[in-house]
């Protein structure tokens, strides 16, 4: 498996919200944030600009850190890859909080994966977590993915993406091959006979675009042999459609 585990010799030395206000700049294309997290708070360096916006934390993230600390039953010993990580952040507070075993990912682009590296480091994650550099729609590294959980927090701002995104997103459920034998007892959604599935995409959207737009995703992935289900407080579960399975 062709993932990246850095330790701190490995750092290059390049230089919304729930920030505390402490704002220290490193240069002119990063600033740091301590960002309060349920119960934990964490220092991230953010880019002052970033040509393919991955460069800053958005309200999204802690509303959903917020929702997963409540449903944490349904994400623990799970096996997690996050899409569109940005930063890093909301992987580092799963890290942290539930010991998740999480992989990062986002576009093919070395300035985002070790900006993860060095906030990894920042918040005492050593060696950092595993990294994927995989720009949606490209062919995916690993032929046999073994994520039960797929994540992502605000990742619906470029409408002409969609199509790139369902892609990669397809190929992760049709593809994933289990490598545990799982507890059926395991992942129950609110404590009902509902189990959250697996492979499932859980996904957060809490930027607001036009409801036009914003359907057309969810339009997207039916048409693509996937289920959709709002389980609250702009929360979607996305799962391979059963006649697909």
Known sequence: MDIALFSPASLFAADGDS????????????????????????QIREFGFHQLNANLLWPGTFAFADWLLQHRYLIERRRCLEIGSGTGALAIFLKKEFN???????????EIEDNIVHNCIANKIIPSLPHIKHTWGDEFPISEPDWDLIIASDILL????????????TFLLKKYKPTNVVSPAEGKLNGADTELPRPVFLMSWRRRIGK??????????????????????????????????
């Open 19 to 42: 920030s505390d206000g402490e704002t220290t700049e490193t240069s002119q294309n990063f600033v740091e944030r301590n960002h309060q997290f349920p119960g934990i708070e964490l």
């Open 158 to 169: 470029y409408v002409k993406q969609y199509p790139n995104l369902i892609k990669s997103l």
């Open 212 to 245: 036009d737009d914003e359907s057309l995703f969810f339009t997207g992935c039916e048409e693509a042999g996937l289920e959709v289900k709002h389980l609250g407080n702009r929360v979607y579960c996305i799962k391979l459609r059963e006649s697909n399975l």
């Open 100 to 110: 998740l075993d999480i992989t990062t990912s986002d576009y093919n682009d070395q």
